[in-house]
């Protein structure tokens, strides 16, 4: 569990491109209240605390539309063609929920993974860097031996290359592969071994 002043250094160091594995329920659309923040706020959620889990961790690659201006807005996007919505759906009532999520790579804003992926090989000491940003938020986390879920193959090898002997590492699809939340959910149940 995390208390609340660690709640609030989060917030403040990380907010921009980290977030939680908590949504608002959904409405009457799958993609309805994804963006809801609400349930972020302790005055609002009395009861947010005790759901964060900083012992899991997912991890996306970068943040494809640059920082997000609201903190912990990160997988909670509500634009249309966003399928963060996935993630909700496959994680509520899990174990899962209440995981702490973020990116691997800080401040890159690029869509397509494979660019990320090239840049990366051309630019090792970036990829250094940002492995030691994770790190340090592995540590401000308070965690010590936490379960690291890689959205992807790309952040999956990027894991593996940098922290294969410190942390457990596992991978599941990308949310934004095409199928649909139900199969979602099939797919991240049978991996993590839940329901």
């Not at 899991?56 to 063609?81: C, K, T, W, Y």
């Not at 702490?100 to 804003?109: C, E, L, P, R």
């Not at 840049?119 to 938020?137: C, D, G, P, S, V």
Request: net charge negative; charged share 25%.
């Amino acid at each position: 569990m995390i208390n609340q002043e660690k709640f609030e250094f989060i917030l403040e160091k990380y907010g921009h491109y980290a977030s939680w594995a908590i949504w608002a329920d959904v409405g009457e659309k799958p993609k309805s209240n994804i963006g809801d923040l609400s349930v972020f706020d302790i005055n609002h959620n009395p009861g947010l605390l005790e759901q964060l889990n900083p012992d899991v961790i997912f991890v996306g690659l970068n943040v494809s539309r640059g920082l997000m201006e609201d903190p912990l807005a990160n997988f909670h996007d509500a634009r249309p063609e966003a399928m963060d919505f996935k993630i909700r759906y496959a994680l509520r009532g899990s174990p899962f929920w209440g995981a702490y999520m973020t990116d691997i790579i800080k401040d890159f804003d690029q869509k397509e993974s494979r660019k990320v992926w090239s840049y990366l090989r051309t630019n090792k000491q970036f990829e250094i860097e940002n492995a030691r940003l994770f790190h340090e938020e592995i540590n401000d986390l308070g965690t010590h031996n936490p379960t690291i879920i890689a959205f992807g193959d790309v952040v999956y090898r990027i894991l593996m290359r940098n922290f294969r002997n410190d942390y457990r590492i596992l991978k599941v699809p990308h949310y934004s592969i095409f199928c649909s939340k139900e199969t979602y959910r099939e797919k991240l149940s049978r991996i993590l071994q839940y329901e």
